[in-house]
């Protein structure tokens, strides 16, 4: 019944560590995306994944990769993991049309 | 350059008391203005879309195109009312993957 859902919740992990977070929508929606929420709770898109292709990318170091084998998935694998990358994952959906975003519950990640 | 602005980063009001989360944006052309709510460690939901110009859970906002300004407002706060809330812009493209940009946020807090 979920609507997006990410997998895990929770991450803890040490420095230099290569990590994946996936995510995945049953809305049919057309779009995807990461966002990424620091201590601040300052909210920063980091890719946008249209249909599978990708659409935005923010700037976000090449160690971030993001993967979407169908339009309902889409992971973020993170190599080399950093203290910097602490903060919590944010997966959304939305539909075609514009409109509203969906949001994912959220993967906290510590590195150590 | 698609922008949001949030002035206050906290704002605190006694239970009762009207609440009013202000929200400027700039852009060039016709955005589409949302507010998103954030209870206390769970995902973003939408709150309101100004297109649908709905109240939900007592809020209201109204879009003022001259003053480029989307703010958020109830005229008694609850303490169920206490989350962080995000002003979001998306541009006049009407797809999905229009860049959706985020305000800082404001947190809430009311006070019994």
């Known amino acids: 019944d979920t609507a997006v859902s990410q997998t895990p919740k929770y991450l803890v992990t040490q420095m230099g560590n290569d990590k994946s977070i996936k995510c995945e929508q049953n809305l049919g929606h057309d779009t995807m995306y990461w966002y990424k929420q620091d201590s601040k709770k300052f909210l920063k898109i980091m890719f946008s994944?249209?249909?599978?292709?990708?659409?935005i990318n923010e700037t976000v170091p090449n160690r971030f990769s993001p993967k979407s084998p169908d339009k309902a998935h889409l992971n973020l694998h993170i190599n080399s993991l950093e203290l910097g990358d602490s903060a919590v994952y944010f997966c959304?959906?939305?539909?075609?049309?514009?409109?509203?975003?969906?949001f994912g519950p959220g993967t906290r990640l510590l590195v150590l | 350059a698609q922008r949001v602005t949030q002035p206050e980063k906290l704002l605190s009001v006694f239970k009762g008391a009207p609440v009013e989360l202000k929200c400027n944006y700039s852009y060039s052309g016709s955005p589409e203005l949302f507010w998103y709510v954030q209870y206390s460690r769970q995902r973003l939901q939408l709150l309101l879309r100004?297109?649908s110009r709905e109240s939900i859970k007592g809020f209201t906002a109204d879009l003022n195109k001259g003053e480029t300004s989307f703010h958020l407002k109830k005229p008694f706060a609850q303490e169920e009312d206490s989350a962080m809330y995000y002003c979001?812009?998306?541009?006049?493209?009407?797809?999905?993957?229009?860049?959706?940009?985020f305000g800082p946020g404001t947190s809430l807090s009311v006070i019994p």
């Open positions: 979001a812009l998306s541009g006049g493209m009407k797809t999905s993957y229009d860049k959706v940009i």
């Open positions: 959304a959906s939305r539909t075609k049309g514009g409109g509203a975003q969906y």
């Open positions: 100004h297109i």
């Open positions: 994944y249209n249909n599978k292709e990708l659409i």
